[in-house]
């Protein structure tokens, strides 16, 4: 019998309104008791003095390159990194080689998810066949192989007819749809933010509206079948009144934002002097899309934070800025980058900024955990509220290291991550 004890941290759990002084004890992997001074002498103890002892954050939305694109990326490094970021649990994009479209697949991903993963993983399958946009891929097979979401997240569902279908068929599962909301003929291979600073740098914009058209659609569409819709990688301040003014309605649509959005703006591109690491897909918006996003996250609009870990070998980054591909890897900055942006600038109380990283993606892809719960799966997560660090994309355990924030001071790390009441990571 394994026992864990969690001793003198500050618990905050939104589960349960927890915010105070107490014990975790955990007994074969579960959640055995929180109270005030507990004792016991079997168990292995840590002190959690001075700490945050919260329910396992959860990222909704990382690609994990496994199958096929290994060398960017597998699922052990990626969970290794999860588990490094303070993440018990993740749910990976189906964009691999072969594409998770079909419950071979996804049963493939989650074998080499129980034999190497540090953290939890939740395969989110197709949409469509192969992300072509043409024909819907197996979704009722793969959510009896485990998936618990439906996405072609990397390309659009350009068909609103084959996004209604989508729609449709998930309300069979109650599973989500998420999308990424992009229309291709707007954003006409662009590589940046339209606005002045695209002009000034001689690069391709891609304009709000590219965004904003399909998360319209969507909230439609919710309206139109009653479908749970999740709106991945949110960038905009118009998407965010269309969620706004969807969940006013009564709608079943939700959404995340990522730690890049919120933290740099357009101009980082040309501060950076074309660094490949400030391209991402939405891209980098302008300041007053990062205003709207903060302010949609402090007022609730905003339910989750995520990740959009995109892992990409060190040469493919190093190409010209229009031909390199999207994205940063984000698993092992995240905490700190939001903790510092909204608990210690802008004063989000600890509760709900752990409800953006457990308890909400937690309920709305109705995953286990999210809760320190008596009897609920022993995964916690630990953090220091005042250690500062620099980042060090070297000391990474992703594969990649990608990342825009490289020799970035940041408050709020992660100390220790416990899946399953296993420790996982602990920062040495």
């Not at 205003?291 to 040469?315: I, K």
Request: proline share 6%; hydrophobic share 40%; net charge negative.
């Amino acid at each position: 019998m394994s026992r864990l004890l969690i001793k003198n941290g500050r618990v905050v759990d939104p589960s349960q309104k927890l915010d105070e002084g107490l014990d975790v004890l955990v007994v074969d992997g579960k959640i055995a008791r929180i109270a005030e001074r507990i004792t016991d002498k079997d168990a292995q103890v840590v002190d959690a003095t001075g700490l945050v002892v919260a329910p396992g954050f959860i990222d909704v939305h990382v690609h994990l390159r496994e199958p096929g694109y290994e060398y960017k990326e597998t699922i052990e490094t990626g969970s290794q990194a999860a588990a490094a970021g303070g993440f018990t649990a993740v749910c990976c994009m189906p964009n691999t080689n072969p594409v998770n479209d079909n419950p071979a697949v996804t049963e493939y991903i989650l074998a080499r998810a129980r034999e190497a993963a540090a953290a939890r993983v939740y395969p989110i399958g197709a949409i469509s066949k192969g992300l072509a946009g043409e024909e819907l891929a197996e979704m009722g097979e793969m959510v009896l192989a485990g998936a618990v979401a439906f996405s072609d997240d990397g390309k659009p569902v350009v068909s609103s007819y084959l996004m209604r279908r989508a729609m449709e068929y998930s309300l069979l599962f109650d599973v989500p749809i998420v999308d990424h909301c992009e229309e291709p003929t707007l954003s006409a291979r662009g590589v940046m933010h339209e606005g002045a600073v695209a002009t000034r740098l001689g690069l391709r914009g891609i304009p709000a509206a590219a965004e904003e058209v399909m998360v319209w659609r969507n909230v439609i569409l919710a309206q139109l079948t009653g479908a749970r819709v999740h709106i991945a990688h949110l960038s905009t301040a118009g998407s965010l009144e269309a969620v706004r003014q969807a969940k006013a309605r009564g709608l079943r649509v939700s959404c995340e934002v990522t730690p890049h959005h919120l933290t740099l703006t357009d101009q980082a591109v040309a501060e950076s002097n074309y660094d490949t690491n400030t391209k991402m897909n939405p891209p980098l918006r302008s300041a007053e899309h990062v205003e709207a996003l903060v302010e949609g996250v402090l007022d609730g609009t905003v339910d989750c934070l995520a990740t959009d870990h995109a892992p990409h070998h060190w040469d493919e980054k190093s190409v010209e800025f229009d031909k390199a591909p999207f994205g940063i890897v984000g698993l092992e900055t995240a905490l700190p980058l939001t903790f510092d942006l909204l608990v210690v600038k802008h004063r989000m109380p600890l509760s709900r900024f752990v409800a953006c990283w457990s308890t909400n993606p937690a309920r709305l892809f109705k995953l286990p955990g999210g809760t320190l719960k008596v009897g609920s799966p022993a995964d916690i997560t630990v953090f220091d509220p005042e250690l500062r660090a620099v980042v060090n994309p070297e000391k990474f355990r992703s594969r990649s290291r990608n990342t825009p924030f490289a020799g970035k001071r940041l408050r709020g790390w992660p100390v220790m991550t416990v899946v399953g009441g296993k420790v996982v990571y602990r920062r040495g």
